[in-house]
Every structure is written in C-alpha cells, then in structure tokens.
C-alpha cells in the first residue's frame, strides 16, 4: 500500500513534468505514447516487481487476438481472453496467496486494463463491422474506425497517468488527449467536404488539481483516524449483537460502512487528479463559464453521501465501471441484461463469495428501489415541505439499504456475510421481496420496450452524461456552443 501510495504521488509529479515539457504542441504523439508508456510501465515495476508482466501478456495477447480473428468476432475472444485471464489471476491470488489481505494486489491494476481491453475491442467491432444505423448515439461518438497501433494500444493500456488506479477512460478520448486535439472542435458543413478548425485556450487544470488533492489529504486523514475505530466486522461481534438494539445496531451499520468509504474517495480522486495534471480529463465549460475537469471522473461524494435513492448512490458511485459494464454487457445482452449485468460485475471484482451475494442482493434492491418510486413518490413532490420529509426518510433508507448490501462485499466470506445477515433476520431480502409482490414495476417511459422498461437504475443517467461528455463543451460563447453540438456527428460521418 505504501508502494502504491508513492508511485501514485510520483505519477502525480510526472503529470506536471509531462504537461509542460511533453506539451502536444512542443512534441510529437509517437513521443508521447512512448514517454506514457514506458513510465507507467515502470511504476508498474516498482509497484508489483514482476507480476507487472501480467499486464503486458494481457495486453499484448489481446492485441494478437485482434489482429488475427477480425472485427467481425474479435470483440467476444478479447471478452472472454481478458475476463478470463483476470480471474486465473485473481483466484491464484486469493486462494493461493492471501485469502482475505486487503494490500495493494498486481490484479488490482489487471481489472482496468481488463475493461479497456473489452471497451475497445467493441468500440472497433462497432466502427469497423457494424451499420452506422445500427448503434446507439454512444456508440456512434465512441466507435473507432483505424485499429490501433501497437504502440497505441499498449499506451491506452499501460499509461502511467492510469495504470495502477484508473479510471477507465474511452479510446478515443485517450487519443484525442495525446494528439492535442483536446481543446480544438472540428466542424464540416453540411456536405461534409470541407473543414474548419475552431481553437481554444488551453485551460489550466491546476485549480481543479488542487481542489482534488485536498479532497485526498481529508480522506486519507479520515480513513487513517477514524475508520479503524469503526471496523465493518463489529456489526457480527456476538457481543455487540447480543446486547445492543435494533436502532443502534443500524446506526452502527450506517456509520462503519460510512468509515469504509474514503479509502476509495482516496484513491479515485488522486487519480482523477493525477489525468487531470497531465492535462486528460477536460470537459468544457459549465453555465458560469468555469472549467470542468470531470470528463473520467469516477464518483461524486457530496451526492454519494446525501443520496436520496438506490439509484441516485449508484449513479454517482463507480461512475466509469458502470458505464463500462453497460456498453459491454447491459446493452448488447439478448435476455436478462440486468441480471448478466451484475453477474459480469461480480466476476470482474474478483472470486470472493462476498461480492456475488452483495450484487445478488443488490438486484433485489435496485428492483425494489424503483417499484417503490415508481409508486409512490409522485404523492409527495407537490408540497415542498411535505418532499422535504419524503426526502430524509428516502436518504435514512437507501443508507440503511446500501449498508446492509455491502457488508458481504467487505467480509467476503460466506460463513460471516450469513452470520450478519441471519442477526437481521434477512429483513431488507424479505422486505425487497414484499415490496415486488406488493407494487408494479411500471415502465420508465410510456411505449418504452421491454428492455428498456428493465433498463438499470443508472443506465438512462449513464447514457447522458456519456452523450455530454462527448458533445456538451458549453461556453457563454452561443456561436461556440452551436459548434461544438455537432462535433461528434461530423466526425463520425467523415470518418
């Protein structure tokens, strides 16, 4: 972990060094790559010694696979080569190794790689085999039309600004970055034939850094001082279950899970920060005219902590991988796409017990989160004191709610995820069970079909927020932002 914790930092000071001296404007994107390269290899190194092989085998396995099956089947053997070799590691080292360690493990890095592994192999798959009005408009902006080099996809895969925490971000983006394109907005007129380049100012991303870091410092402190006195493994103490109430054994609950958060604010945000240093992460501007560095962000804390709905926490929570999980699998699954969906999330996570009975709990309450909405939510909206109340007890429940599915995530074994969950008598499992008999699921829209009307919680917020990344660089500029609106759809349609 402390090998982690300064390579990270050092990543951190190389993303300045890279920004300012490795400019696109000063240097040459065969440059860049390779200077990406190489550095995220070496931390890679210095991190995990020669396990950092891994990465390089996968990746270069993939490739192969690429290059010799074709685009019209290359999307589902990079798919089952990458997922599959991600688990061969991961049960190696959980039932080999260190069964239970929570150190900073070489398959850690090998679950990032793995999706950009499988997004890219789709993404070529959608812009080199399949009719542009056979994708979605997501699909579309994301497709790529060249396969890469190698060169290319080993720095897409291993660049130092995400190799050992991530996120995930798209191909395209990632090219866009190291070929300087980032800040300039391409426009054709209407009959494609000509083009006419709009440059912007390079922002600065040094506020948002700093913002980000400070962000790090406080959930470092936290995690460092009051997390250990909170352990998540008190709520199954026979002690503890035997003389404490029901209110405070759920405040308990709230409060350890709670605790168990920062390490993850931690580590997504600085790497968050360490692309945004390098200058990869910039997503135009808001109303006010102010910078927005969150073109890869992973999470939004303030709305994690206050959230209001099982969907509102997972649409802020993981941000990348649950785009990632509903471009691979949700929206190409031909039956059943949620439940494939979370079973394929639990798989990437690992082989710990814990994590398939918390998203095999977690479809029961996403299902039961939205009848319950569905239903009733509409009779408490119109009055704003009346919401108001509506609202602190939806927050008290989805907390409580969160809380109880996650507990078999940080136990991970079967015998003391049960043991909790038999202290409370299964009550949330039974209640989520209940509230399905008892309300409809109605459908999201009227006339939507029947995969849509089972659509996931975030998948409709994940859907847009993925079109904004790629087509909303709003300015107080109105002429600007016209531009930039048909950005994308121009592209695609010159490419």
């Not at 993404?123 to 290319?152: W, Y």
């Not at 639990?346 to 039961?368: D, E, S």
């Not at 015998?415 to 909790?420: C, I, L, V």
């Amino acid at each position: 972990q402390v090998n982690f914790v300064v390579c990270q930092l050092f990543a951190l000071l190389a993303a300045v060094w890279f920004r300012t001296y490795l400019h696109s404007s000063k240097t040459s994107p065969f440059i860049r790559h390779v200077v990406a390269t190489l550095l995220g290899l070496y931390l890679a190194l210095f991190c995990f010694g020669w396990y950092a092989l891994h990465f390089v085998i996968q990746s270069g396995i993939s490739y192969y696979i690429m290059i010799i099956i074709g685009v019209e089947n290359m999307h589902k053997y990079c798919f089952v080569f990458a997922l599959g070799y991600l688990t061969v590691c991961q049960i190696t080292r959980v039932y080999i190794f260190d069964y239970g360690q929570y150190s900073a493990d070489f398959s850690g890095p090998m679950m990032i790689i793995t999706q950009k592994i499988t997004s890219l192999a789709f993404e070529i798959h959608d812009g080199m085999f399949r009719k542009n009005e056979d994708l979605t408009p997501s699909q579309r902006c994301l497709a790529v039309r060249r396969m890469p080099s190698l060169l290319e996809y080993l720095s897409y895969n291993c660049n130092f600004m995400g190799i050992l925490a991530g996120p995930l971000c798209s191909y395209k983006d990632y090219i866009t970055f190291i070929e300087g394109r980032s800040y300039q907005l391409q426009q054709s007129e209407a009959n494609g034939k000509e083009d006419t380049k709009y440059e912007q100012t390079d922002p600065s991303p040094n506020i948002a850094v700093a913002q980000k870091l400070l962000i790090c410092g406080l959930s470092l402190l936290f995690h460092m001082t009051i997390t250990k006195t909170l352990p998540v493994e008190y709520n199954i103490d026979d002690n503890f279950r035997a003389t404490a109430s029901w209110p405070v054994r759920f405040f308990y609950l709230y409060v350890s899970l709670m605790a168990a958060r920062p390490k993850y604010y931690f580590a997504w945000t600085l790497a968050d920060a360490i692309n945004n240093a390098a200058g990869f992460g910039f997503r135009g501007y808001d109303k006010n005219g102010v910078t927005r560095w969150d073109l890869i962000s992973n999470l939004r804390i303030q709305q994690i902590e206050f959230s209001t709905s099982f969907k509102m926490f997972l649409d802020n929570w993981n941000i990348q991988t649950a785009l990632w999980l509903k471009r691979v699998c949700y929206e190409r699954a031909t039956f059943s796409p949620t439940i494939q969906t979370f079973i394929l999330s639990a798989i990437w996570h690992g082989v710990y017990p814990g994590y398939y009975l918390t998203f095999l709990t977690g479809v029961l309450m996403t299902l039961a989160a939205r009848a319950i909405r569905n239903n009733i939510r509409h009779y408490f909206v119109e009055s704003p004191a009346v919401k108001l109340c509506y609202d602190i007890v939806t927050w008290m429940a989805t907390q409580a709610a969160i809380s109880y599915t996650v507990v078999p995530f940080v136990l991970l074994s079967v015998k003391p995820s049960f043991t909790f969950y038999s202290s409370c008598y299964f009550c949330l499992h039974i209640a989520s069970i209940l509230v399905l008999l008892v309300f409809p699921l109605k459908r999201t829209q009227k006339g939507s079909k029947k995969h849509e009307s089972v659509q996931p919680a975030w998948s409709r917020t994940l859907e847009e927020e993925s079109l904004l990344q790629k087509n909303n660089y709003s300015t107080t500029n109105n002429s600007f932002s016209q531009k930039q609106e048909i950005t994308c759809r121009y592209q695609a349609l010159k490419q």
